[in-house]
């Protein structure tokens, strides 16, 4: 993806060396510097970067002014100017100052991974609310360190870290830039409450909702689209859809069940960025069922579980109900296959696979039934017909003079919160 230049007709593609700091702190808390410094790579090449090489530094505690200390920069320095690098890209968030010192002794352009993270989603959104959202995240973030954006800001050519807000408002005062950061979480409450409201007409029309959650580049999109005939941009890179997308899906037995794409998770996804989304990643915790989709293909696809297990903790979604989809088998060793999790709970899959989307049909519709029930509905009402098929699965259909024999299963969360307008018409056994 080339960048077109703000004061020139010519276009040119960030050359970019990455650099990665491993401290002390890093080790305890259990995140895979190496994963970490995969995905920086593919973030890097996702926003158009040309990768030249990779910079690694092992450090107690991060240097107050160079970050990685100042014999290292040095040697990055020698790096750069021998691959002819125009930026330097951090897999840990610097702050204001060390941003300057950086490039005061590097005369390259520095970028870290929130940064790049950002200017990736700023590319993606599409809807006002993920705009809004990454507009509000990049000005959170830039508010504490407009005064190490010098170089960043006068650099003919903008691209990667230059995308989203502008280089206008970012040269602005920090009074104005919380001027408008409290305009877009105006802006962004507005969304909310329509959010809230769909929700709501969701919960009273007796709608089931499914959740597709997992690690972006999982096949979360591909899969909805398989499904359900989604209309949504499917390719093989990090984030390549942002704005979740709920579409109907149709169960064996005619339910039907709302399926919502949502936002793909990554080791390290920059606290502004989840408190932005926050309202989009709870759709997960208005969902009956939780499909965690899963690259069964990936050399870190442990790990890679293990990071989206704990943003459903922080979320509070962790106790819902949960089938992990172990996703991409046909791009799988056999010998990856036979490490592959089995049992209650786990299914492999490839979504293209018309088979397995059956049994992954099956397996839903399962998950979410109850017990059988069988109901005498009066053939005058045909809005409670209609609820039953909304909420359950219709096994049988009889008539008996003017009434109708509905044999159900029933969700029992459904049942709970509709039961009450059916329970006269229930059947004794």
Partial sequence: MAITTHDTETEFQDRAILVSLVTDKIKRTGIDPELSLQELVQLAETAGVEVLDVLRQNKATPDSKWFIGKGKVEELRMIADGLGATTAIFDQELSGAQVRNLEEALDLKIIDRTQLILDIFAGRAKTREGIIQVELAQMSYLLPRLSGQGKNLSRLGGGVGTRGPGETKLETDRRHIRDQIVELKRLLDEVVKTRELHRERRRKSGAVQVALVGYTNAGKSTLLKQLTNADVYIENQLFATLDPTSRVLQLP?????VLTDTVGFIQNLPHDLVASFRATLEEVNEADLVLHVVDSSSPMRQEQMDVVQSILQDLGAASKPQIVLFNKIDLCQPEQLEMLPTGTGYLKISAYNPEDLTRLTGIISDELAGETLVFRIPGDRGDLSALLYRVGEILEQNFDENDVLYS??????????????????????
Wanted: charged share 40%.
């Fill in 253 to 257: 037995g005619g339910k039907e069940v």
């Fill in 408 to 429: 159900v299963r029933l969700n029992k969360e459904d049942y709970e919160k509709w039961g009450y307008k059916l329970v006269d018409f229930v059947e004794p056994n």
